[in-house]
Nanobody, 119 residues
């Protein structure tokens, strides 16, 4: 059974930091590209960051470039999203996802974790 379980969300003040984690099981994690998406209320789901299966290449949405960092630990089947300098517009439900390639549509999704940036 495939599982992607996100954790680490919560309430943080503007300018603060959070690190999201996503623990994967039920598939060959090291063979899949991983991504983080987010969806704010009344908005479409947005791809935030992605990383190749080996971790050798990453890409980011312009809105988070320079503030967010995606990484992975293939020994622990876990992908991370380090979020710094958070802004109120980063408030959303964050989802991790797994796909064949960094540019392909994911075929496995997590349930999401809420991130709220507010004073």
């Amino acid at each position: 059974q495939v599982q992607l379980v996100e954790s680490g969300g919560g309430l943080v003040q503007p300018g603060g930091s959070l690190t999201l984690s996503c623990a994967a099981s039920g598939f060959t994690f090291s063979s899949h590209a991983m991504s983080w998406y987010r969806q704010a209320p009344s908005k479409e789901r947005e791809k935030v960051a992605a990383i190749t299966s080996t971790g050798g290449f990453t890409n980011y949405a312009d809105s988070v470039k320079g503030r967010f960092t995606i990484s992975r630990d293939n020994t622990k089947n876990t992908v991370f999203l380090q979020m710094n300098s958070l802004k109120p517009e980063d408030t959303a439900v964050y989802y991790c996802a797994a796909g064949s390639y960094i540019s392909s549509r994911p075929h496995y999704w997590g349930q999401g974790t809420q991130v709220t940036v507010s004073s």
